[in-house]
């Protein structure tokens, strides 16, 4: 169904190599694409970043992160948009697919879902006509409930969605992770109607037990609980046809020699998805 030529190779899987040593990986590996972390990105600079990957000939999947819009004090948030504007630059600058947004948790002192959401509306259609001047897709990521009060109150893809179709589709999208949507009843029928709105498409999968720190819970494709042949179908019938990122948070993973990890995504996405 998909072949390898569509693989991007998140940089959070290989979270212990720098750019440099991740893109030496993806040429080694034969893996066309890669998705790009912000702080990776700010060790070497982004001139000299963008530069080493045109060198390289990878494409981009994405630039993770911006968002992180939910804070109480007025400085803090010009801050956070600012710092959101320059994330922005960056991706143009990396030519990236989709700058993702974790929009922010709840806001501290608070326990109001509405307010934070309204605040994380009001921060992208402040990022709105920088990114549409820049040509940057903003890619709204949905997250597992259980991140709603630190990281994410968007819970759903249709929250992701319903926020991403106020603005421009060809400016703000939403980004598919299985790992934080499978679980949802209601996804296919939020999938189907995300049409012309899948900025990215992002592979993990559910483990159990999850680890004390659940945000290293994902694993390698084929390992956990997620259909990924089902749900991938599903994405593609909605007209994704970009890079298909594997993006694995997992110490296990971390902690094991790059080129093995790279070896085993590549089987794994070949098996599952191929």
Known sequence: MIGLSRLSMNQATVSQLNLTQTIQLCLEQEIPSVGLWRHRVAELGISESAAAVRRSGLHVSS??????????????????????????????????????????????GTRDLGLARRMITDAIAALVPRARELSVRL?????????????????????????????????????????????????AADIARARGRIAGYQLSDWVVPLPRDMLLGRGHLGDGSIDFRLFSQQVLAAGFDGFIEVEIMNQDIWDAPASQTAATVKARFAELLG
């Open 63 to 108: 630039l993770c992160r911006g968002g992180f819009f939910t804070h109480a004090e007025p400085d803090a948030r010009r801050a956070a948009l600012a710092d959101n504007l320059a994330a922005v630059q960056e991706a143009a600058a990396l030519q990236a697919d989709t700058l993702v947004l974790v929009s922010g948790g709840l806001v501290a």
């Open 139 to 187: 890619g709204i990521e949905a997250l597992h409930p259980m991140f709603c009060a630190d990281r994410c109150v968007l819970t759903r893809l249709a929250d992701a969605l319903d926020l991403a179709l106020l603005f421009p589709a060809d400016t703000v999208g939403v980004v598919i992770d299985t790992y934080n949507v499978w679980w949802d009843s209601q996804v």
